[in-house]
């Protein structure tokens, strides 16, 4: 772990704004295992909102309040990240992915990005499914 990343949570870290358009959601061709054994196509934009959905929790921001830049940001690149990911693991298996499989990815990048408080957010929903 880098200095930087663990004097400075990566929500407290300045991240310059992005400029030009956001950057697409590379989502890999593949298919996913859902919980109940059916298969849905892959869907890295449910990733990324899932990660939104966790940061805005614990920053407690209402429905209607704006993600800030800098945290949007943050979230694109780790979503980026967890998709990269599936894409790859998802090349090298015979078997479909399975959601649990994504959803421990997820934590995994939120916990090296040091957002020990989002990651746990973040599993809640699991306990509901």
């Not at 909102?49 to 920053?59: P, Q, V, Y």
């Not at 992915?97 to 973040?122: C, I, K, N, T, Y």
Request: glycine share 6%; hydrophobic share 40%.
């Amino acid at each position: 772990m880098s200095a930087l990343s663990s004097a400075y949570p990566l929500s407290a870290r300045p991240v310059p704004p992005p400029t030009g358009p956001a950057p697409e959601l590379v989502t890999p061709g593949t298919r996913l295992q859902k919980r109940d054994g059916s298969f849905a196509p892959f869907d890295g934009e449910r990733i990324r909102a899932a990660i939104e959905k966790a940061f805005r929790a614990d920053l407690n921001l209402t429905v209607d309040a704006p993600t800030p830049a800098e945290i949007a940001a943050s979230i694109t690149l780790m979503a980026n990240a967890v998709v990269q990911w599936c894409a790859t693991e998802g090349e090298t298996r015979e078997i479909p992915l399975h959601v649990e499989q994504v959803q421990d990815q997820v934590e995994r990048v939120l916990m090296a990005g040091g957002e020990h408080r989002v990651a746990p957010l973040r599993s809640v929903p699991r306990t509901a499914c």
